[in-house]
């Protein structure tokens, strides 16, 4: 197999919408993760037709293309102004969140290795269990420990003295604290005034991952919602990063990372001129770079305008009001924590007559088509079941409630799934770092998922709680190589 012989467009598309049939609809507001559907009527086409402008561009050289720094400059002093940035804040527009958090974790990790020349040590990111895996896994690639936090069972919310006791325990080798506002599991912002302030006691650098809160928080405020303080008006806030592809409603493939002030940011940037080519400088992980998704952001952010912003913000509060009022009415769940919107977690409520295991509400509702995010127990945090609310879910609240009403009711008193305890006794003994494909490929199918016969038919089961119920209880080590191998297979030449 090479690249196939040429093709007529109308073939190759016909094909790509054959494939699309197999996706769940993305502007229903019935995927309640993933995907931010505005329901603006009109916006996809902006988006469409400014990320056309910018196709042929590279944003890798804004000496050539003049306009690149141009878009950034504009969303950065927009975005910067509405997040509480002075006159001083500096940003870089990146292609997501994780992306944004890498370079956040990079700039302190080498600010502290330049103030600590002759150390050994590595520094450490201090961040709360709840943090996204964006911060681990930019820890995992920038040589960073990383230490946790644990946040209070009832409030899900990390606290001033649990950062201040992480930063003492860690010392001098702490780079960068991360706190969340909010955090996506939950949806309840930590208290960043403390913590950032416990950092700056430190001289230590505070990002705030406002990711998902960055551009509805500041709404939500101005409707009146109690919103703690959580962006650069915080004086120990360093830096922020913000998605522009969540409730920016712009596509995927933008993101800000804003700094407080220029110097802060100096050393995230890369500059390379030992080589017999052009001399390189990078504000980002990428080196060419689209300006397609920044440029399409750059233009919703506009035609929305600050009217617009607050119009899909104020369906969002309704939205979510009914459906945390609608859903916490059911005997045996209950709100987790107290999510100020517009992403929220609900628990079962084990002192109800009948609690309801949320992985298998989670399976009820998706049998109705409606799909929210099963989340494992893990630490004090019980397992739940997420939701994100989209401003396109606003037109169907009642009926996402009926959904869960009735798919409570199927479910209600029904034990949650729990694994064989002899696979769990037998996969503690599995030593991961030898474990070869085969054999994961196998426990894969123990799971119920995967395709060990390599039939090209690996795919989720219709039922999802055994194997989530499987995965919490496995060891994480074991659990991750187990998803990486299923993954793999997705990717793999006899993939579905
Ligand atoms: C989505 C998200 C991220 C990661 O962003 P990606 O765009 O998926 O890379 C990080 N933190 C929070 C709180 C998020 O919601």
Redesign the pocket.
Known sequence: MSIPPARDISTVLARLEDLRAADLPTDSGRVMAYVYASGVEGLDDVAAAAARAVQDLNGLDPTTFPSAAALEREVVTWVGGLLGGGEEVVGTAT???????ILAVKAARDAWTSAHPEDPRRPVVLAART?????AKAAHLLHVDLHRSEVDADTVAWSAAGAAAGLDAAGDRVCLVVA?????AHGVVDDVTGISAAAADRGVRCHV?????GLVLPYLRQAGAPVPAFDLSVPGVTSL?V?L??YGYAP?GA?LLLHRDADLRTPQYWAWTDWPGYPVVNSAVTSSKPLGPLAAAWAVLQVLGHDGFTRLTATLIEATAAIRDGVAAIPGLRVLGDPVGP?LAFGSDAAAPTPIAPFLLADALATRGWIAQAQPANGPLPRSLHLTVMPAAGRHVPELIAAVVEAAHEVAGQPPPTPDPQLIAAAAMIDVATLDGPTARQLLALAGLGDPAGTGQSSLPAAMAPANALLEALPPALAERLLTEFWGQLFGPGGP
């Open positions: 292609s997501g969140g994780t992306e944004s958090i943090a996204h895996p964006a911060v969340s506002a909010p955090g996506y991952d406002a990711c998902i809160g990063s998605d592809h969540k995927k993101s992403l």
